[in-house]
T-cell receptor
Framework: KAGVTQTPRYLIKTRGQQVTLSCSPI?????VSWYQQTPGQGLQFLFE???????NKGNFPGRFSGRQFSNSRSEMNVSTLELGDSALYLC???????????????FGEGSWLTVV | QKEVEQNSGPLSVPEGAIASLNCTYS??????FFWYRQYSGKSPELIMF????GDKEDGRFTAQLNKASQYVSLLIRDSQPSDSATYLC??????????????FGKGTHLIIQP
């Protein structure tokens, strides 16, 4: 079956702009989580959506936001982009809410964002 | 502050030998522990998870958990050049509402030398 699909795969934005990234989870998965990966900080949890509601949130500023639609697809938005937002943004899906042993999360290939 | 610590490496292991990857975590309330493999330019892929103290084996991989010492390890037997990658240890963070997102270590870069 199809995996987690993220679009766009690569994008370049200018400081101060905003960006929207899209994620389609694995069929049947109701939870979508977003992570940011940078060489300096590694992989960091942004937020999780389940049943169209944000369930958990990591330690990121309010410029980072997201939403989930009724078909479980999700988008994340970053406003007023800063150079430090350059990163790989990974979407992950799972059947149920929360990362636990019985609820494996699967990652998409990611969206590479470069802010210049 | 929930933290997961890993030696960044690189860890160089001869082909056919056992690679041992280690991870410590700070949150005693953590319940599930995961090992992900990430090839350069690719997304992380799950190798295995463990939630009970002791060993869990899956093929050439063995995960070991010691909650008292807050220590998780991954052993890779009969290491192959294709095992060369960054290995990420992840721990489920907990909030008042239950399982939260994963807290990742920064990864250990493993190199299997032919």
């Amino acid at each position: 079956k199809a995996g987690v699909t993220q679009t766009p795969r690569y994008l370049i934005k200018t400081r101060g702009q905003q960006v929207t990234l899209s994620c389609s989870p694995i069929s049947g998965h109701r939870s979508v989580s977003w992570y940011q990966q940078t060489p300096g900080q590694g992989l960091q949890f942004l937020f999780e959506y389940f049943s169209e509601t944000q369930r958990n949130k990591g330690n990121f500023p309010g410029r980072f936001s997201g939403r989930q639609f009724s078909n479980s697809r999700s988008e994340m938005n970053v406003s007023t982009l800063e150079l430090g937002d350059s990163a790989l943004y990974l979407c992950a899906s799972s059947r149920e809410q929360g990362a636990a042993a019985g609820n494996t999360i699967y990652f998409g290939e990611g969206s590479w964002l470069t802010v210049v | 502050q929930k933290e997961v610590e890993q030696n960044s490496g690189p860890l160089s292991v001869p082909e056919g030998a056992i690679a041992s990857l280690n991870c410590t975590y700070s949150d005693r309330g953590s319940q599930s522990f995961f090992w992900y493999r990430q090839y350069s330019g690719k997304s992380p892929e799950l190798i295995m998870f463990i939630y009970s103290n002791g060993d869990k084996e899956d093929g050439r991989f063995t995960a070991q958990l010691n909650k008292a010492s807050q220590y998780v390890s991954l052993l890779i037997r009969d290491s192959q050049p294709s095992d060369s990658a960054t290995y990420l240890c992840a721990v489920n963070a907990l909030s008042g509402g239950g399982a939260d997102g994963l807290t990742f270590g920064k990864g250990t870069h493993l190199i299997i030398q032919p």
